[in-house]
């Protein structure tokens, strides 16, 4: 009997992320502590760059976009989303795991929460591109990262512009929300994005030059 189980990416079809480079044990059990073990990971690194912050209102620069791509690109979709859905979990409960070491069910009435629902959708996106071995090659981990940065805006703007306006009534016009909620972050995605592009196919450099060692 073969003492690794099949990845959850390897089990879909997909292409091995870097998180399937650890040998999974056959035991169904280790295999979910293990998959618990990176998502928990995942979801402490996205906290961690949470706190490289630069304060703006309603939403903050912060590194979270950056963590959101890495951890989304080396756990894959599933397990990617399942960190991010854990990082938000975490904050709400109360730990202080948002910017500025922040933490509360309250975080659900402020502009920026919006993002944060949308950091479970571009981890799974991030994921999803890096599954069919685009995050091999720098020019193409770079347009499949830049393409998950979007989607936060996907579900931020929507959910800032509801609270903004609707909740504290502001009465903002959509030009003003996109000038608040878009356009400081443009240039900083891009670069977030170059640098996933530059982390996740240099790691799997390191991976092929191991593997070449053993042979």
Known sequence: MSSIAA???ASTGARRVLADVIARPSSR???FALDAGLVITGAAVVALLA???IPL???PITGQTLGVIVVGAALGAWRGAAALTTYMLAGLAGLPVFAGFTGTVLALGKPSFGF???????????GWFAERAWDRRPALAFVGFAAAS??????????M????????????SFATILGVGLLPFIVGGLIKAGLAAAIIPGAWALVRKADAGKN
């Open 7 to 9: 990845s959850p990416s």
């Open 29 to 31: 059990t280790r295999a």
């Open 51 to 53: 706190q490289v912050e």
């Open 57 to 59: 209102w309603p939403v």
């Open 116 to 126: 944060v629902i949308g950091f479970i959708f571009a981890a799974f996106v991030a």
């Open 150 to 159: 979007v989607v936060p805006f996907l579900f931020g703007i929507p959910y």
């Open 161 to 172: 512009a509801f609270i903004l306006n609707g909740v504290m009534g502001l009465d903002y």
